[in-house]
Antibody
Framework: EVQLVESGGGLVQSGGSLRLSCAAS????????MHWIRQAPGKGLVWVSA????????RYADSVRGRFTISRDNAKSTLFLQMTSLRAEDTAVYYC??????????WGQGALVTVSS | DIQMTQSPSSLCASVGDRVTITCRAS??????LNWYQQKPGKAPKLLIY???SLQSGVPSRFSGSGSGTDFTLTISSLQPEDFATYYC??????????FGQGTKLEIK
């Protein structure tokens, strides 16, 4: 079974840091683009960041560029999102997502990040 | 960035109804349009990719159409499990991938 499981969410003060992890299983992780997509409470979906299959290319939304860093460990089939200088507006559920082509076909259950001001 | 606008934002319908949700892009996106379903407290689920291709395992009552700037998601006969929020997403010009604001489908 293809599965993505996020961890590392929690409550952090404004200006603080947090690192999300996403453990992948059931597929060859190293062959896929992987993304982080977030959803603020009661709001819609917002793309955050993506990383190429071999980790050589990373992309970021303007709102997080310079503060968030996406990375991956293909040997451990794990995706990461290092978040620094967190703001109240970063409060959201963060989803780890697989992208085989141009759609998002597998989503994790989500990790809640709450930034208190 | 390409803006995606869905209509309506919310919709009340009954089991057995035929329902159509519309998504409009701020510029042409060819057929690079995907649809997702999200139930409360759950992650989104891919329904339709490339405007009209049904994702494996998705019931055939779901269908998508359109190209360019205007797209539709149709549910031919609503089932109780279909009441959820639906999102469109463009993958034509990325980053960023952009989503519509969502359409909440509620029971009448």
């Amino acid at each position: 079974e293809v599965q993505l499981v996020e961890s590392g969410g929690g409550l952090v003060q404004s200006g603080g840091s947090l690192r999300l992890s996403c453990a992948a299983s059931g597929f060859t992780f190293s062959r896929y683009w992987m993304h982080w997509i977030r959803q603020a409470p009661g709001k819609g979906l917002v793309w955050v960041s993506a990383i190429y299959a071999d980790g050589s290319n990373a992309r970021y939304a303007d709102s997080v560029r310079g503060r968030f860093t996406i990375s991956r460990d293909n040997a451990k089939s794990t995706l990461f999102l290092q978040m620094t200088s967190l703001r109240a507006e970063d409060t959201a559920v963060y989803y780890c997502v697989r992208a085989p082509t141009t759609s998002f076909d597998t989503w994790g259950q989500g990790a809640l990040v709450t930034v208190s001001s | 960035d390409i803006q995606m606008t869905q209509s309506p934002s919310s919709l009340c319908a009954s089991v057995g109804d035929r329902v159509t949700i519309t998504c409009r892009a701020s510029q042409s996106i060819s057929r690079n349009l995907n649809w997702y379903q999200q139930k409360p407290g759950k992650a989104p689920k891919l329904l339709i990719y490339d405007a009209s291709s049904l994702q494996s395992g998705v019931p055939s009552r779901f269908s998508g159409s359109g190209s360019g700037t205007d797209f539709t998601l149709t549910i031919s006969s609503l089932q109780p499990e279909d009441f959820a929020t639906y999102y469109c997403q463009q993958s034509y010009a990325t980053p960023p991938d952009t989503f519509g604001q969502g359409t909440k489908l509620e029971i009448k």
